[in-house]
Antibody, heavy 120, light 107 residues
Framework: EVQLVESGGGLVKPGGSLRLSCAAS????????MSWVRQAPGKGLEWVGR??????????DYAAPVKGRFTISRDDSKNTLYLQMNSLKTEDTAVYYC???????????WGQGTLVTVSS | DIQMTQSPSSLSASVGDRVTITCRAS??????LNWYQQKPGKAPNLLIY???SLQSGVPSRFSGSGSGTDFTLTISSLQPEDFATYYC?????????FGQGTKLEIK
């Protein structure tokens, strides 16, 4: 059974940093493309960024609102995905979901999400 | 970025009704269109990928159609567990974007 478990969310002040983790199990993590998708309170879904598998280059892509502030990385030895978030803004407040991403660009498995609140 | 527009934004329907939700892209996206269902407090769940392919385990009352810029999600006979919010998502561009959502409520 595929499981994705996010952790690391919490309250942070504007300008601060936070690192989210996503522990994966039930599939071959090293072969998977992984994405982060977020959802502000009461709002819709927003793709944050992706990291490809190392065999596919291990490259990353980011949505414009987070590019230059957020970094996605992976540790295949630990089956863990990370999202490093710097220079946080109030508009980054959201539930952050870890997802598996197929090479066709859809998200077939999702974690339960972790809430990040950016507030002074 | 490719803009995705869903209509309606909300919809009231009864158990047993046939329901159609529309998603329109700001440019042609071929068949790179996916649909998700989200219930309150839960993560989204993939229903349809590549415009019309049913994800494994999803009931056959869900179907998708369309190509280019216009797409539809149809639920043939609404069940109580189908009342939720539905999102479309384009994967034509690597800058993925979602529609704003359609909230399906019980009449």
């Amino acid at each position: 059974e595929v499981q994705l478990v996010e952790s690391g969310g919490g309250l942070v002040k504007p300008g601060g940093s936070l690192r989210l983790s996503c522990a994966a199990s039930g599939f071959t993590f090293s072969n998977a493309w992984m994405s982060w998708v977020r959802q502000a309170p009461g709002k819709g879904l927003e793709w944050v960024g992706r990291i490809k598998s190392k065999i596919d280059g291990g490259t990353t892509d980011y949505a414009a609102p987070v590019k230059g502030r957020f970094t996605i990385s992976r540790d295949d030895s630990k089956n863990t995905l990370y999202l490093q978030m710097n220079s946080l803004k109030t508009e980054d407040t959201a539930v952050y979901y870890c997802t598996t991403e197929t090479t066709s660009g859809y998200f077939d498995y999702w974690g339960q999400g972790t809430l990040v609140t950016v507030s002074s | 970025d490719i803009q995705m527009t869903q209509s309606p934004s909300s919809l009231s329907a009864s158990v047993g009704d046939r329901v159609t939700i529309t998603c329109r892209a700001s440019q042609s996206i071929s068949s790179y269109l996916n649909w998700y269902q989200q219930k309150p407090g839960k993560a989204p769940n993939l229903l349809i990928y590549a415009a019309s392919s049913l994800q494994s385990g999803v009931p056959s009352r869900f179907s998708g159609s369309g190509s280019g810029t216009d797409f539809t999600l149809t639920i043939s006979s609404l069940q109580p567990e189908d009342f939720a919010t539905y999102y479309c998502q384009q994967s034509y561009s690597t800058q993925y974007t979602f529609g704003q959502g359609t909230k399906l409520e019980i009449k």
